[in-house]
């Protein structure tokens, strides 16, 4: 993200997303979401499950279609056209649940693939640039295995590392930790972390809280598609107004 | 003692127990472990034995092999003779003589570029790559139709034998690879009508016998486009077979897509990539790898069933071999010709075969190992 860049949007949102409205069949999983995140800013959604969260941010990178609404990313608004779509989400990296790394290319290609391909940018560039994000993950070392030989914790900091390659303005994490065993959770919110710290716009579906507490500028509780919270995370976990709201923290902090 | 214990030594890392080598361990661990277990191996042993030994007897122990007329057979095992005598015409049918080295040349260039590409060890992938697709066909086009560079016309009406069912073989199974390939993802599109078009062609293709395709190819065909276009009869079974046996691969490697779970189309969606590089680049290359058991399945059944060309007049392998049985010098030799035809199919499917398992062990990637 150059500094050009980030001036010349001046004080454009990052995401903007107006009466968003999302059925699956009858079900409606988003109901009149309306949510803006600056550039810059980090975003934990949290919220119980089937509550919308997940599909929300998929939303925004057009994994999932909406029905009804508006959704600009980086001053670009989403339509049904593909390479629309395509140009969007090169500025939106993604981070998922269960990784999704290429298992038959080795985690040097996984991070090269789109730079390649996208990019149109030559070998040995792009090699450069996925070395480096490897070294920031800490696992350049294991640049020429496969992921199957990869643990959770390596094989999603890889993930993060070749979403990153892309240089993208915006991260979305969707449960990036929720598939892990409790020992290697600590690698992958490492690394969100320091991502937090240099000034990258996330928006994190997550259950932990501690993450929360520590890097977000505003958590937003969803319950039944809709958002029921946003307040920063002193508030949020302190104060917060709604009843769901303290059932739903009473419920994961309580033990 | 109270249920504590803590441990301050770490075992460290030590090898497998010595596991049992050797031909004698072999056989005592797999065959005669245990009174109940020896007494079976022996029986199925001797069984084997006695049943298969007239076979070795009569095949190779008690067989004629050399000589040149009927006068060499003894009569008491088998007389490979028949076979020696007639081998031209086996390997090149009805080509003539004068023209077969044309034939041998395409043999070479095919055994040659086949290793290229076989063999991990020989360099220049790419070029062989380039070589086979354009390159290759182009020359055995010339050389085996000639009429061009000065070379003697050979009708295809004139091609026949073990060259004829490899041609047929080669171009069946390079041919519905890609578009059994364009077919499964037509049928996987979210496009309707190129899912529609996908599922009627492949429906209709599967649910005909590929007997009435090649009939239909012959016979039908020339009733219905007027008679100055000329489709030549070979040419005609050539698209009948590769378009049945797509409809086959389609369905196999529709298999493989779905076998790949969403979470990789939808990593390369998010990092920008577009339909065919996420098919390209993604999906496809592990859902082959996936269904190689399937495929080569395919290109088995699709070169054994080359033989079915017999029904439209085209005397491939097999047929030129039933040919031969009808020679009056040599009335009676049908087991042989039959022994030997199915021994070579078994050779080139059985290859096949080995060549699909040593690709798969090489393609692994997992943790396993």
């Known amino acids: ?255 | 003692m109270a249920g504590e214990s803590m441990r301050d030594v770490m075992i460290e890392a030590r090898r497998p127990p010595n596991a049992h080598r050797g031909v004698v361990k072999w056989l005592q661990r797999n065959l005669f472990n245990g009174p109940l277990n020896s007494v079976v191996s022996v029986i199925t042993i001797s069984v084997l034995l006695w049943a298969l030994w007239p076979l070795v007897q009569w095949a190779l122990i008690q067989a004629d092999w050399l000589g040149d007329s009927r006068q060499a057979c003894s009569g008491e095992g088998a007389c490979w003779v028949f076979i020696s005598a007639r081998f031209e015409s086996i390997i090149y049918g009805f080509y003539p003589e004068a023209a077969r080295w044309r034939v041998d040349i395409v043999f070479a260039l095919m055994a040659g570029l086949l290793a290229w590409l076989a063999i991990p060890r020989i360099p220049g992938k790419r070029w062989a790559a380039i070589i086979a697709v354009i390159g290759f066909p182009v020359a055995a086009y010339v050389l085996l139709l000639g009429g061009h560079f000065g070379l003697m016309h050979v009708s295809t009406r004139n091609w026949g034998g073990l060259m004829l069912t490899l041609t047929v073989a080669t171009i069946g199974i390079v041919g519905s690879l890609p578009i059994g390939i364009v077919l499964a993802l037509g049928r996987r599109s979210n496009m309707p009508l190129v899912r529609a078009v996908s599922v009627v062609f492949i429906e209709f293709w599967r649910g005909v016998p590929l007997i009435t395709v090649l009939f239909m190819a012959s016979v039908m065909l020339p009733l219905f486009v007027p008679t100055e276009v000329e489709f030549d009869k070979l040419l005609r079974a050539l698209v009948g077979i590769m378009l049945f046996w797509s409809a086959y691969m389609a369905e196999v490697i529709r298999g493989g897509l779905q076998a790949i779970p969403s979470g990789q189309d939808e990593a390369g969606k998010a990092l920008g990539l577009g339909y065919w590089h996420r098919m390209g680049l993604i999906v496809l290359p592990q859902a082959l790898k996936l269904v190689i058991p399937g495929i080569v399945n395919t290109f088995i059944a699709l070169f054994k069933d080359t033989s079915l060309v017999l029904i439209i007049g085209l005397f491939d392998l097999l047929a030129i071999i039933r040919a031969g049985l009808t020679d009056s010098d040599w009335l009676g030799f049908a087991t042989e010709g039959y022994v030997f035809a199915a021994l070579v199919f078994w050779v080139f499917c059985f290859s096949m075969s080995r060549y699909s398992q040593y690709i798969e062990k090489r393609l692994q990637t997992g943790h396993t190992d």
């Open chain 1, 1 to 255: 993200m150059s500094q050009a860049t980030a001036t010349s949007h001046g004080e454009t949102p990052m995401i903007e997303m107006k009466g968003l409205n999302k059925w699956y069949g009858d079900f409606h999983v988003l109901r009149d979401i309306d949510l803006t995140v600056k550039r810059g800013e980090r975003i934990v959604v949290c919220g119980p499950s089937g509550s919308g969260k997940s599909t929300l941010i998929r939303c925004i990178n057009h994994l999932e279609s909406h029905q009804q609404g508006e959704i600009v990313v980086n001053g670009m608004s989403m339509t049904q056209d593909v390479k629309r779509i395509e140009q969007i989400r090169r500025n939106v990296g993604m981070v998922f649940q269960h990784f999704n790394l290429f298992p038959h290319l080795s985690v040097l290609e996984n991070c090269c693939l789109s730079q390649t391909w996208v990019q149109k940018k030559p070998r040995a560039e792009a090699e450069k640039t996925a070395m480096e994000y490897l070294e920031r993950v800490q696992i350049a070392d294991q640049a020429y295995k496969y992921p199957g030989q990869l643990s959770g914790g390596q094989q999603q900091r890889v993930a993060i590392a070749r979403a990153l390659c892309m240089r993208p303005e915006v991260m979305l994490f969707d449960e990036p930790t929720s598939a892990l065993d409790p020992e290697m959770i600590k690698e992958v919110l490492d690394v969100m972390i320091e991502l937090a710290r240099e000034g990258m716009t996330m928006l994190c579906v997550t259950h932990e809280m501690g993450f929360a507490k520590t890097v977000a500028d505003r958590v937003i509780f969803m319950d039944q598609g809709q958002i029921i919270e946003e307040a920063p995370p002193e508030t949020f976990f302190n104060n917060p107004r709604s009843e769901r709201t303290k059932l739903f923290l009473s419920q994961i902090l309580g033990h």
